[in-house]
């Protein structure tokens, strides 16, 4: 059933441990996954560069534990609040999304939901969601 899982990140944030959880869970489903960043209008090319060599990384990490790992930088510059939508329309393709989650100051909740609320809203898919707590205290 869940053979294709979707896992966007943000090595900006350092999404090691998302990539662990998933390469984890890939192996016990017999799944193989996606990994994809979003460059975003905001990022400098420094950024950029952190997230090519991320995204290199946390592949070869799957790939090193024995599941079958694709992954993808996308560099489409859009804006920040339009993550959510372009990783909703690549999920179609997808049984499922496994993503990290990052508490934000009150003042930003109070504009606009994180991504993960917003995968959990629209997507057609299930999304699992790896708090920010879960990852530090590992």
Known sequence: MFKKILVPVNPLKDDEDVVKTATELAKQLGARIHMVTIVTADDTNEALEKRRGAIDKYAEMGRMQGVETSHELLDIRCKAEEIPKKTVDMSK?????????YKFEKIYRFIRQS???????MASC?????????????
């Open 93 to 101: 393709d997808y049984d499922m999304i496994v993503m990290g989650h």
């Open 126 to 138: 299930p999304v699992v969601v790896i708090p920010e707590e879960r990852e530090k205290s590992r």
């Open 115 to 121: 991504t993960a609320q917003d995968l959990i809203n």
